[in-house]
């Protein structure tokens, strides 16, 4: 096929970089010329598995930006050098700095990167989200700004990565690979598609369960980069993502150290992090005082801000705003919002406290106070009492109340304060214990809804398991009570529609269909019975859809346990690598990449026989890989 008969400048450049072959566009054209209306040659490729949906769109963004600016896009495909060999690449920092220059713009290659666009900047650097040609997955990659690059800022910038790449935790987003890019110094990660904390809270309006949700989920990843002796320091919204199923993800560790080390990146005595949300100590340059119960402070602050909308302290400046931060209290969350339970209220508090000593000791204790509230139990927190803030008054204005030491005792204003305590506390404790009846009445509901509905599943999968035994009408009743018994049960909805189909029954079988495919949109049995049953009744284009999303959801599970799986490589673990890729070579052993990556992994084992057996699989398959293949074969000893 002559690559000048293809319109689609897309599906040209992916020919031309030789990421789709001749054979696999001529299936696709083959294709496209039987629909009644043809889908996009790129829909058509991803759909066939001749390409994925991530290479798709970095091919679409350096097309749209070799448009912007008046270049052939084939021209940038064929000055783009080719994939490397999969190694995991590393780079010293250059002592001394020198002039790192900032990655090119979205839509240019990057190395053996396609950056698609960008998504965050800082006095640091820039991130971008990218697409990596070699192992086909779209990460966040980040890059050193030229004007940042000084031997200071180097050496944050690959510790930030060295420390990153040393912690291991769900919320925590894992380091690909760090290296320079001629003058450019760079780390890739993974990408997290979402949203700010801050933006994620304005979306609506967000209860102060689900804020505490997410913040615990925060406090138990730092607990986790505590266990392995860093201390982030800069823990603020901005450095907080939320994902799209609303999973919070703990980010930039550009500003923490390690326990353990002796080495200084910051100077002493200088102030680090951001003066909203870090804590006195930080505020007042102490840099040796920072521990764990500073990054504490910090979730209190993050916590402030997520149940009122504000940081804790602000200022016409950054000196007012850490003076704030050493002197002033925070206003009560409840004054800000009265829906704001008082025991989160205190919790806040509790880890906003200004002595290191009167926080929690822990992100741990912190995260499980928070756990107890989401439970409806008693919190360990308890609110400060008067004679603690009036010592602090105290403290903060020590000459005015020596003065007037004398009259208060004389007027006999501290038995008074007593007496105010002692009614403040059986008023709190009569609140508490209606609170508590309250959580508890709640969480006996909720736990006889959930025996309810459990039971109804258990009998709803006995009369779902009576149907195997049956046929025709009585299998269909036997189905029928399933969903009676639980209309959220995917599975029997599929079976019915089987049933209604068997019985000539299409439009009671479509509906089935749909609502299997509602409760479960990733249902890939369920998406291909309500494609043939589309086909058969002749909408072509509906059965294109779900072909296309049975594709898609094979095609994401693939990627998700190939990228799994490099994981595991990478971090030296090449038994827990084989264990993934083998299950899928098992079950399609045409799949050409997870082929030549196991290929790799064997051969890095020792395994030269096995090794040897992907190879020549690649080889013979004839796809874009089949050189790569071919050239690791010349390289194996006999």
């Known amino acids: ?30 294709l496209r010329a039987t629909q009644e209306a043809p889908a996009p040659l790129g829909a058509i490729l991803v759909s066939l598995g001749h390409i994925g949906n991530a290479e798709l769109e970095a091919l679409t963004a350096v097309v749209d930006e070799a448009r912007r600016s008046g270049r052939d896009p084939l021209a940038s495909g064929r000055n783009t050098p080719s994939p490397r060999a999969m190694t995991p690449r590393r780079a010293t920092p ?44 779209t990460v966040a990659l980040k890059v050193l700004a030229s004007e940042a690059t000084t031997e200071e800022n180097l050496k944050r910038f690959y510790k930030e990565a060295q420390i990153a790449a040393n912690l291991r935790h769900p919320r925590l987003a894992r380091i690909y690979e760090v290296g320079q890019e001629g003058e450019s110094h760079y780390f890739t990660m993974d990408f997290i598609d979402g949203r700010g904390f801050a933006d994620w809270l304005i979306e609506e309006d967000r209860p102060a369960s689900g804020v505490v949700s997410v913040v615990a989920e925060v406090a138990d990843a730092v607990q986790a980069a505590h266990d392995a002796g860093v201390i982030h320091r800069d823990i603020k919204p901005s450095n907080v993502l939320i994902d799209r199923e609303g999973r919070p993800w703990l980010t930039d560790f550009g500003l923490a150290r390690t326990v353990v080390s002796n080495e200084r990146i910051t100077l002493s005595g200088m102030t680090i ?103 409806g139990e008693a919190v360990v927190a308890r609110p400060s009492s ?51 009846a309250e959580k508890e009445k709640e969480r006996l509901k909720l736990q006889e809804e959930a025996e309810r509905k459990a039971e109804r599943h258990r009998q709803a999968v006995m009369e779902f398991d009576n149907a195997a035994f049956h046929t025709g009408r009585v299998r269909l009743d036997d189905y029928t009570k399933a969903i009676d018994l639980d209309p959220e049960f995917a599975d029997a909805w599929y079976e019915r529609a089987r049933v209604w189909r068997e019985q000539k029954d299409p439009e009671k079988a479509r509906s089935d269909l749909d609502q299997a495919i509602k409760l479960r949109p990733g249902y890939i049995a369920a998406l291909r019975e309500r494609a043939d049953l589309l086909e058969e009744l002749g909408e072509k284009a509906g059965a294109r859809l779900d072909h296309l999303h049975v594709a898609k959801v094979a095609q994401v599970e693939t990627l998700q346990r190939l990228e799994e799986a490099c994981a595991a490589f990478l971090g030296d673990d090449a038994k827990g690598a084989l264990a993934i890729l083998d299950p899928l070579i098992a079950a399609n052993p045409r799949l050409d990449e997870t082929r030549l990556l196991r290929g790799r992994i064997r051969l890095a084992s020792g395994d030269v026989p096995g090794a040897r057996e992907d190879l020549e699989m690649v080889l013979n398959l004839a796809t874009p890989l089949a050189e790569k293949a071919r050239r690791l074969l010349k390289d194996l000893p006999n």
């Not at 040209?12 to 001749?22: F, I, K, N, P």
């Not at 006095?123 to 192992?135: P, T």
């Not at 940081?311 to 004054?335: C, I, L, Q, W, Y």
Request: glycine content about 10%.
């Open 386 to 436: 008067i004679l603690y803030r009036i010592q602090r008054r105290v403290r903060r204005h020590r000459g005015a109340v020596i003065a007037a030491v004398s009259v208060i005792l004389a007027i006999g204003i501290v038995g008074g304060v007593y007496g105010v305590e002692k009614v403040r506390l059986k008023k709190q404790a009569d609140d508490d214990a209606r609170i508590a």
């Open 1 to 30: 096929m002559v690559l000048g008969t293809i319109d689609d400048p897309v599906v040209r450049l992916a020919l031309a970089r030789g990421l789709v072959s001749e054979a696999g566009l001529q299936e696709a054209v083959r």
């Open 273 to 375: 992090g951001t003066p909203s949300y870090m804590s006195p100590e930080q505020a007042r340059g102490e840099i040796d005082k920072l521990d764990a119960r500073s990054d504490v402070y910090a979730l209190g602050t993050l916590l402030y801000h997520g149940l009122t909308r504000r940081a804790p302290f602000s200022g016409a400046s950054d000196v007012e705003t850490m003076f704030k931060v050493v002197n002033a209290d925070p206003e009560p969350p409840r004054h800000i919002d009265g829906r704001v339970p008082s025991d989160v209220e205190t919790i806040c508090l509790k880890a906003m406290a200004k002595e290191p000593e009167r926080r929690y000791p822990s992100a741990r204790d912190f995260a499980l106070d928070l756990e107890r509230f989401l439970k």
């Open 94 to 137: 250059t002592p001394g700095g020198g002039s790192g220059a900032l990655a090119a713009p979205p839509g240019r290659p990057f190395g053996k990167y396609v950056l698609v666009n960008e998504v965050g900047r800082g006095g640091m650097g820039v991130v971008y989200k990218a697409y990596d040609l070699e192992l086909r997955r």
